[in-house]
């Protein structure tokens, strides 16, 4: 079964930089599509940032310019560079195949607790 762990979260003050990473259990990411997924306290988990098998990526609005999502799929590993941090991108990060991936989400990992303070 597939397991998704991601790290590198933490306290950082506004402006602040992190680089979260994800790896797999398995060799998924030279067929899956991957993205990143947070969930603010009392809000529904949304959609960050997708990277296709071919490095093509995609944001949502309000990190447009700020995050970048990278692979490196010798090392099974999905990145998510995070500058320019604001108190409203604090939540927990998870990584996932892409939303529009044949046979649907795989199981969630714990995800990786961002919290910007001002």
């Known amino acids: 079964q597939v397991q998704l762990v991601e790290s590198g979260g933490g306290l950082v003050q506004a402006g602040g930089s992190l680089r979260l990473s994800c790896t797999a259990s398995?060799?998924?990411?030279?067929?899956?599509?991957m993205a990143w997924y947070r969930q603010a306290p009392g809000k529904q988990r949304e959609l960050v940032a997708t990277?296709?098998?071919?490095?093509?990526?995609t944001y949502v609005d309000s990190v447009k310019g700020r995050f970048t999502i990278s692979r490196d799929n010798a090392k099974n590993t999905l990145y998510l560079q995070m500058n320019s941090l604001k108190p409203e991108d604090t939540a927990v990060y998870y990584c996932?195949?892409?939303?529009?991936?044949?046979?649907?989400?795989?199981?969630w990992g714990q995800g990786t607790q961002v919290t910007v303070s001002l």
């Open positions: 996932n195949v892409s939303p529009q991936s044949l046979g649907g989400l795989l199981p």
């Open positions: 398995r060799t998924i990411f030279w067929t899956y599509d």
């Open positions: 990277i296709t098998t071919r490095d093509i990526s």
